[in-house]
């Protein structure tokens, strides 16, 4: 079968192709992290710009870890098949907005030129929470990261996310350059002003005068994203050919469903992306709890409690009733922290998210929502918590999910079969863990007091109770058992 480029262009079925030519705009932004996710999402929806309004803002990816998709997307011309699936059935497109992907490791040149080129004037981001290393309590850079410390002895040649974007605002300085915006594209609180602060973090530490002048001219726009995006398999390439007639290496699927809601401040300008669905916002904060707490905080459940009950994936874990009314229950209770919001009906919300998260076409799997959980848990379920205990809400919501994520810290599911727990605190959990044995009160007090986790006001109190009463029931009896009983 033929590979997907832009000389098949013509031959791709009706409605499948770009609405414009791609070779015809130049590049304005360079985005570090191209996985399935942004090219899903944010590449998704600048080429809805490109063919509304055009521009040169096609984009440059820059992949930090691998070089294959890179290569893959080279011999395609950048280009790649989105696959929209819902119970309509499924529509193919394919995307033109990735003009080249560049593999970044151990290359740092090749990243670093573009960041100079003032003809990138966004810089945007989607690198997991893990990737940055920022501690939230400044916000500022933590020297401790791997990529930071790398990074601050030898600033010129970075590898890391922070080290990156300082060396090249450093060179746009240095040439004369207006600077180019930033924009974080990950699931972080208030991360235009967090990834702002790592920056400049960063770069006090380098250089104090250019730490001064990040802080006073460039743009750090915040933003929050939505769009459930599993990984690719085999059967997405397979169905990526059924539906255009081209062989593509790089396809991906995900939902209808697609939100983008971002703080207007684009000093060198920006693309149409409300021609796509980005909605502009003076404040993005109020939109991003209500997707990390309903959402992401409901996810983290499902994720948790399905994976370690037998459910690989969310479609089945919502197919459990038992385990399907449990998410609406914290769903219900997320909202229930939250202040009204113009334009939103939070509990239509709601119900879009239990739909969203039942989609049979949609292969998302728990144990790839389960990762990083140490980095998760305090936006998702401990802020709502805390929120909830304040205003004498229940808390039980939020006690079950912290819970279900204490029993899947022991790395084993219910048959002894050990799993990797894919979390940059991995070593941490696991000396609670061997310390706690299967004392689940003794497990649940170590995992909060994990340094910088819990919020003192949770601990010693009816959270924690509650938490370690629910895990002593999912020990005891067995995650699915302890759902059914919980529901009951």
Not at 196 to 211: C, E, Q, S, Y
Not at 308 to 322: P, T
């Amino acid at each position: 079968m033929t590979r997907l480029s832009r000389s098949v262009l013509a031959q791709l079925p009706e409605g499948a192709a770009p609405d414009y030519d791609p070779a015809a705009h130049g590049v304005g932004i360079l985005h570090l992290g191209v996985g399935a996710f942004h090219r899903a999402h944010q590449a998704a929806i600048t080429d809805a710009a490109l063919a509304a309004s055009g521009g040169d803002w096609r984009i440059a990816g820059v992949s930090l870890r691998s070089a294959d998709l890179a290569e893959a997307l080279a011999s395609q011309d950048g280009l790649f098949t989105l696959i929209e699936r819902g119970a309509q059935g499924d529509r193919a497109r394919v995307i033109g907005a990735i003009d080249r992907v560049i593999a970044a490791r151990g290359a740092p040149e090749a990243v670093l030129g573009p960041m100079s080129d003032p003809a990138i004037r966004i810089v945007t981001l989607t690198v997991t929470e893990k990737a940055y290393g920022i501690d939230r309590g400044g916000p500022d850079a933590d020297p401790a990261h791997p990529d930071v410390a790398a990074d601050l002895e030898s600033p010129a040649a970075p590898r890391g996310v922070l080290g990156l974007l300082v060396e090249g605002l450093r060179r746009r300085r240095a040439a004369g350059h207006a600077p180019f915006t930033v924009l974080c594209c990950d699931n972080l609180p208030e991360n235009g002003a967090l990834l702002r602060g790592g920056v400049v973090g960063f770069a006090r530490r380098v250089d104090p005068d250019l730490a001064d002048w990040i802080a006073r001219e460039v743009a750090f726009p915040s933003s929050m994203v939505d769009r459930i995006t599993p990984a690719a398999t085999g059967a997405t390439l397979a169905l990526a050919a059924r539906l255009t007639g081209f062989q593509d290496a790089a396809a991906i699927e995900t939902e209808p469903f697609c939100q983008w809601v971002i703080e207007d401040r684009f000093p060198q300008g920006r693309p149409d992306w409300a021609a796509g669905g980005a909605i502009f916002a003076r404040d993005v904060a109020p939109y991003e709890r209500m997707k990390l707490r309903m959402l992401n905080g409901a996810h983290s459940l499902i994720a948790y409690a399905g994976f370690v009950s037998g459910h690989a994936l969310v479609r089945d874990a919502m197919a459990d009733r038992g385990l399907a009314a449990l998410a609406r229950r914290h769903i219900t209770a997320a909202a229930a922290t939250l202040d009204p919001l113009p334009g939103v009906d939070l509990a239509a919300y709601g119900d879009e998210l239990a739909a969203r998260f039942a989609n049979p076409a949609i292969a998302h799997e728990t144990y790839q929502i389960a990762m990083d959980g140490s980095q998760k848990l305090p936006q998702r379920i401990f802020g709502p918590a805390c929120d909830a205990q304040l205003a004498e809400q229940d808390l039980r919501p939020f006690a079950f999910a912290t819970a279900a994520w204490a029993r899947y810290c022991l790395g084993r599911d219910e048959t002894g079969k050990r799993y990797a727990l894919r979390d940059p605190r991995e070593a941490e959990i696991a000396a609670v863990v061997e310390a706690a044995g299967d004392d689940a009160r003794a497990l649940i007090a170590g995992l909060l007091r994990l340094p910088g986790l819990t919020p003192a006001e949770l601990l010693d109190g009816a959270f924690e109770a509650q938490a370690a009463e629910i895990l002593s029931d999912m020990l005891a009896q067995g995650m699915a058992a302890a759902i059914a009983s919980e529901v009951a």
